[in-house]
């Protein structure tokens, strides 16, 4: 993804541009977004049995082309299995999801493949390809992201503060996490949405360089390649060019037009017509029938995709609670374009997700429908910073909103991402019980041979290294940082202290799907080692 540039803020001589200077050099000034970018690269949630349509279809795809050359995946269907998520044309069968994240995943099959035969490995394994594909597909894309949205974040605060927070807070306290280390689009449409908005708010809105709004219409055009409903995000990031930009946002415009004709080839191809999407061709007789049945935005869902306990965006992200506050209060400040944006997006891709019949998409964590709201959110707490009076107090309550966050999509995202509906709470009803009772995913500390929940010590240790210098503030005298670092715990205590108890009565649904997770789980956990009697514990 392109270097962003300096905005009119931080022009050479300002008082922040020479702040940004002290920001540091070397590595030093990016610990934090390496040590978020390979929390995404040690742990491998990967459960064969529960055949999670929403990544695997994209990997038959990806395996479509590569072994057989065509979209069509019957042929690929007769070799792995069934799978769910499918259309169907004239007896055809084809994905049901977006085609971004598997025409990226196809180089990296085919490298794949190439390699295992020049070392004489035979044909990569199902777990083998689904690993390759996440780290290279997505994973490493998402670091990349991260890396640039951390240059942003440092140029429109002046704060490597506010760069270590919010990309601690973005990279590992929000659904871009679980989305990001399984091979999906929802993350990745996300980050390129989220890019080309970051190059449009840099560029001098006097005086932009066309070749950067190219680099941003290219992107923004790409973004609902990779999931459909990113269209109206995408739709909103283009006002905002034309209005800060204006003639010269058709720079901007002209490089959509790749995405658009990637998207309208394959769905010509495919569906027969460039505007025909797969929800019209479902496979499945029950999702058919929902495809139909969109009605207007309801009042009750959106009070329950924002603030469920088992799917709601702000239960899952309360800081990105912060940026929406945040971003209502600069709509008629000096950023009040970006305001207004970002209120647009979140708007935009809520009053969707509330109008659809399945606004709960199944198994899954959090709202992942509108996953590009997240980095928008975000973005709204770095305009913040640089604007208010009270920056301690901002850092503070976004800090202490960000240990829960992280907290909860960690856990989400490593030991299970495939959330079953039955649960109210499934962080402390499923995930929590799980790791209590031993159940861990594959990952690095699992290849190093480290036992049992021992496992996790190298994502532990990850996380907890981007997420304390993250809670430390601006001031790192020890009496500050303490007072700063203590009053950020307090506060992300007093959010996770009654969410753990909220819906603790066991039922028979959780339990049933309970056990169907214990016995699908790999890698398969060891039998527990009875002491014989009169041992010492």
Same mark, same amino acid.
């Given at each position: 993804?392109?270097?962003?540039?300096?905005?009119?803020?931080?022009?050479? %001589?300002?008082?922040?541009?020479?702040?940004?200077?002290?920001?540091?050099?070397?590595?030093?000034?990016?610990?934090?977004?390496?040590?978020?970018?390979?929390?995404?690269?040690?742990?491998?949630?990967?459960?064969?049995?529960?055949?999670?349509?929403?990544?695997?279809?994209?990997?038959?795809?990806?395996?479509?082309?590569?072994?057989?050359?065509?979209?069509?995946?019957?042929?690929?269907?007769?070799?792995?299995?069934?799978?769910?998520?499918?259309?169907?044309?004239?007896?055809?069968?084809?994905?049901?999801?977006?085609?971004?994240? +598997? /025409?990226?995943?196809?180089?990296?099959?085919? *490298?794949?493949? $190439?390699?295992?035969?020049?070392?004489?490995?035979?044909?990569?394994?199902?777990?083998?390809?689904?690993?390759?594909?996440?780290?290279?597909?997505? @994973?490493?894309?998402?670091?990349?992201?991260?890396?640039?949205?951390?240059?942003?974040?440092?140029?429109?605060? !002046?704060?490597?503060?506010?760069?270590?927070?919010?990309?601690?807070?973005?990279?590992?306290?929000?659904?871009?996490?679980?989305?990001?280390?399984?091979?999906?689009?929802?993350?990745?449409?996300?980050?390129?949405?989220?890019?080309?908005?970051?190059?449009?708010?840099?560029?001098?809105?006097?005086?932009?360089?066309?070749?950067?709004?190219?680099?941003?219409?290219?992107?923004?055009?790409? +973004?609902?390649?990779?999931?459909?409903?990113?269209?109206?995000?995408?739709?909103?990031?283009?006002?905002?060019?034309?209005?800060?930009?204006?003639?010269?946002?058709?720079?901007?415009?002209?490089?959509?037009?790749?995405? $658009?004709?990637?998207?309208?080839?394959?769905?010509?191809?495919?569906?027969?017509?460039?505007?025909?999407?797969?929800?019209?061709? =479902?496979?499945?007789?029950?999702? *058919?029938?929902?495809?139909?049945?969109?009605?207007?935005?309801?009042?009750?869902?959106?009070?329950?995709?924002?603030?469920?306990?088992?799917?709601?965006?702000?239960? /899952?992200?309360?800081?990105?609670?912060? @940026?929406?506050?945040?971003?209502?209060?600069?709509?008629? !400040?000096?950023?009040?374009?970006?305001?207004?944006?970002?209120?647009?997006?979140?708007? %935009?891709?809520?009053?969707?997700?509330?109008?659809?019949?399945?606004?709960?998409?199944?198994?899954?964590?959090?709202?992942?429908?509108?996953?590009?709201?997240?980095?928008?959110?975000?973005?709204?707490?770095?305009?913040?910073?640089?604007?208010?009076?009270?920056?301690?107090?901002?850092?503070?309550?976004?800090?202490?909103?960000?240990?829960?966050?992280? /907290?909860?999509?960690?856990?989400?995202?490593?030991?299970?991402?495939?959330?079953?509906?039955?649960?109210?709470?499934?962080?402390?009803?499923?995930?929590?019980?799980?790791? %209590?009772?031993?159940?861990?995913?594959?990952?690095?500390?699992?290849?190093?041979?480290?036992?049992?929940?021992?496992?996790?010590?190298?994502?532990?240790?990850?996380?907890?290294?981007?997420?304390?210098?993250?809670?430390?503030?601006?001031?790192?005298?020890?009496?500050?940082?303490?007072?700063?670092?203590?009053?950020?715990?307090? =506060? !992300?205590?007093?959010?996770?202290?009654?969410? +753990?108890?909220?819906?603790?009565?066991?039922?028979?649904?959780?339990?049933?799907?309970?056990?169907?997770?214990?016995?699908?789980?790999?890698?398969?956990?060891?039998?527990?080692?009875?002491?014989?009697?009169?041992?010492?514990?």
């Amino acid at each position: 993804m392109p270097v962003a540039v300096a905005d009119e803020n931080l022009t050479s %001589g300002s008082p922040r541009a020479e702040a940004g200077t002290r920001l540091g050099v070397g590595m030093s000034r990016h610990v934090v977004w390496l040590l978020v970018s390979l929390a995404y690269l040690t742990v491998f949630p990967y459960y064969q049995q529960i055949n999670n349509p929403n990544e695997n279809v994209r990997i038959y795809m990806v395996r479509a082309i590569v072994d057989h050359h065509e979209l069509s995946l019957n042929r690929t269907s007769q070799d792995l299995g069934y799978v769910n998520d499918k259309a169907v044309v004239a007896g055809r069968l084809y994905s049901g999801k977006a085609p971004g994240t +598997s /025409f990226l995943g196809v180089p990296i099959y085919a *490298a794949q493949k $190439v390699a295992a035969r020049l070392l004489g490995m035979g044909a990569p394994s199902k777990r083998a390809v689904t690993l390759a594909l996440r780290i290279f597909g997505v @994973g490493l894309p998402l670091s990349i992201f991260l890396f640039f949205f951390a240059r942003w974040v440092e140029r429109v605060t !002046g704060s490597a503060a506010a760069r270590d927070l919010l990309v601690a807070g973005l990279g590992l306290g929000t659904i871009l996490y679980p989305y990001g280390v399984i091979f999906v689009g929802h993350a990745l449409a996300a980050a390129f949405a989220f890019s080309g908005f970051m190059l449009l708010s840099l560029e001098p809105a006097r005086a932009p360089r066309r070749g950067r709004l190219a680099w941003a219409g290219l992107l923004v055009g790409l +973004s609902f390649v990779f999931e459909y409903q990113v269209g109206i995000a995408a739709a909103v990031v283009g006002l905002y060019a034309m209005a800060r930009h204006r003639r010269e946002a058709l720079s901007f415009v002209l490089a959509t037009l790749p995405g $658009v004709l990637v998207f309208g080839l394959y769905h010509g191809v495919v569906f027969g017509h460039p505007w025909s999407l797969p929800f019209g061709h =479902i496979e499945n007789p029950e999702y *058919a029938r929902l495809a139909g049945q969109v009605h207007l935005p309801d009042p009750a869902v959106v009070v329950a995709v924002l603030f469920s306990v088992d799917i709601g965006l702000f239960i /899952f992200s309360p800081f990105l609670l912060v @940026g929406l506050v945040a971003a209502a209060a600069l709509v008629r !400040g000096d950023d009040r374009l970006e305001a207004a944006t970002i209120l647009g997006v979140t708007a %935009g891709m809520v009053c969707f997700l509330s109008a659809l019949p399945n606004w709960h998409p199944g198994w899954c964590v959090g709202p992942r429908y509108i996953s590009v709201v997240a980095p928008f959110l975000t973005a709204a707490v770095a305009l913040a910073w640089r604007r208010t009076r009270h920056r301690v107090a901002l850092s503070v309550v976004t800090a202490g909103l960000i240990i829960p966050s992280v /907290f909860l999509n960690v856990l989400s995202g490593a030991i299970y991402p495939h959330y079953p509906e039955a649960f109210d709470n499934p962080v402390f009803d499923l995930t929590l019980p799980l790791l %209590g009772a031993g159940y861990v995913p594959y990952s690095v500390g699992w290849l190093l041979g480290l036992p049992g929940r021992w496992s996790l010590l190298p994502l532990g240790a990850l996380v907890l290294g981007a997420v304390t210098p993250a809670i430390a503030g601006e001031d790192l005298r020890p009496r500050r940082w303490l007072a700063h670092a203590g009053a950020a715990v307090l =506060i !992300g205590a007093s959010f996770l202290l009654p969410l +753990s108890l909220y819906g603790r009565k066991p039922r028979v649904d959780e339990a049933r799907a309970t056990a169907l997770v214990r016995s699908t789980w790999e890698p398969a956990r060891p039998a527990p080692v009875r002491r014989a009697a009169g041992a010492l514990p």
